[in-house]
C-alpha cells in the first residue's frame, strides 16, 4: 500500500504559485527526500499533507485517508517536524516532551522506547527551557515529539537546516533506525548531499516535480559527460568557459567549475582554447555527477 498518494496538487499564495500540479506516491517504509532551494514549495507541500492548510485543487491521501475529509484520522497517524522551531521555548525540554504526549492521549512512560535513542541523549538537560537548547538538541527534541505518539507516517521538514555538519550526520543516522523500524518518512532538505541517503528522492523546483528516482538512478540519467575544470586565474575561468562556443552548462562548484559540452567542444579543444586566453595550469578531468549536478542540468 502506498502511505502517501498526492495527485495534481495545486496551491497559490496571491499572485505566488507555490505548488504547480505536484503528483507522487511514498511507499509504505520509505524514506522519501523532497530535495530542492527556498522556495520550492516543500513547506506548503508538507501543510497540505499534514492536513494544517487546504490546497487549491487536488487530492492528496494519507494512510488512506484524505487530507480535508479524514483530517482528524490524519493528525491521529502522522508526527510533523515544521521547519521553524516548532517547540515551546520556555517549556523544559521535558515539558514539552509531555505535553506533546498528552495531546496525543499518551505518556512519555508508554511509548519511552520509541525514543529512547534519540532523546537519551538530551535527557541529562531535561530540566533546560527549551529555548536554552543548542540547535542540534532542539532538533533532537522535536524529533522526540514528533515520535512520542508511535506515528505511522513521521513528516519532517527541513530537519537539518542551520545544523552543524556533524549533528546533520547524526540526525540522518536516527531517520534510518526509524525506517528499519517500518516507520514512513518524508523528510525535506535543501542539502542535496544528504539525497543520497534516501530510497527515493523528488527533485523539486518552483512547485514542480523535476523528477523522481532512486539517488543512485537519477545520477546515472545524467545525460552529459561532465567536466570539473580548473586553472591558475580561477576568476577568470567563467566568463572565458561561457565564451567558449561548445559550453552547454557552467556552474561554480566548490574549487572548481563543473561543465558540460555540446556537440562539437571536446575538453582537449577547451583546454586548447583557455591556454590561448591566457589561462596556465588549466586541468580538466571528467567526474561522476552528484545529485546538485543532476538539480543544476534540470533546472537550467
Ligand atoms: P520551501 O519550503 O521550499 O522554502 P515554501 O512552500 O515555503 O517553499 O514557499 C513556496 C513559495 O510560496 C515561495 O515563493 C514563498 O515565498 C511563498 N510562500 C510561502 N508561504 C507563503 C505565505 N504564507 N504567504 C505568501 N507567500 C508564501
Known amino acids: 500500500m502506498s502511505a502517501v498518494i498526492v495527485d495534481q496538487l495545486y496551491k497559490s499564495y496571491g499572485k505566488t504559485r507555490a505548488l504547480n500540479g505536484v503528483s507522487f506516491s511514498v511507499d509504505e517504509g520509505e524514506l522519501y527526500g523532497i530535495i530542492g532551494p527556498d522556495g520550492a514549495g516543500k513547506s506548503t507541500l508538507f501543510r497540505v499533507l499534514t492536513t494544517l492548510m487546504l490546497a ?41 516532551l509531555r505535553f506533546f504526549a498528552t495531546v496525543f492521549n499518551t505518556t512519555i512512560e508508554e511509548n519511552y522506547h520509541l525514543i529512547a535513542d534519540i532523546y537519551k541523549q538530551i535527557e541529562p538537560f ?36 542551520g545544523v552543524d555538519p556533524v549533528s546533520r550526520k547524526e540526525f540522518w543516522g536516527m531517520l534510518l533506525k526509524l525506517k528499519r523500524q517500518g516507520i514512513t518518512i518524508l523528510v525535506s532538505t535543501p542539502y542535496m548531499d544528504e539525497a543520497s541517503l534516501c530510497d527515493r528522492i523528488a527533485l523539486v523546483q ?32 567563467l566568463g572565458d568557459l ?33 591556454m590561448q586566453k591566457g589561462h596556465s595550469d588549466v586541468a580538466i578531468q571528467a567526474i561522476l555527477p552528484s545529485v546538485e549536478d543532476c538539480f543544476m542540468l534540470l533546472s537550467k
Open 56 to 96: 487549491d485543487k487536488g487530492q492528496a491521501q494519507v494512510m488512506g485517508y484524505d487530507v480535508v475529509k479524514d483530517y482528524r484520522k490524519i493528525r491521529d497517524i502522522i508526527g510533523y517536524m515544521p521547519g521553524k522551531f516548532s517547540l515551546y521555548q520556555d517549556l523544559t525540554v521535558e515539558e514539552n
Open 126 to 161: 531535561k530540566h533546560r527551557k527549551a529555548g536554552k537548547l543548542s540547535g542540534g538538541m532542539k532538533q533532537k527534541l522535536a524529533l522526540s515529539c514528533a515520535l512520542i505518539h508511535k506515528p505511522k507516517v513521521l513528516f519532517l521538514d527541513e530537519p537539518t537546516t
Open 206 to 237: 518552483a512547485g514542480e516535480f523535476l523528477q523522481v528516482d532512486t539517488p543512485r538512478s537519477v545520477v546515472s540519467r545524467y545525460p552529459a559527460t561532465l567536466l570539473a575544470v580548473r586553472s591558475g586565474k580561477m576568476h577568470r575561468l
Open 242 to 274: 561561457r565564451d567558449y562556443p561548445h559550453v552547454n552548462t557552467s556552474f561554480s562548484f566548490g574549487t572548481a567549475f563543473h561543465v558540460t559540452l555540446r556537440e562539437g567542444g571536446s575538453p582537449d579543444d577547451l583546454k586548447a582554447y583557455l
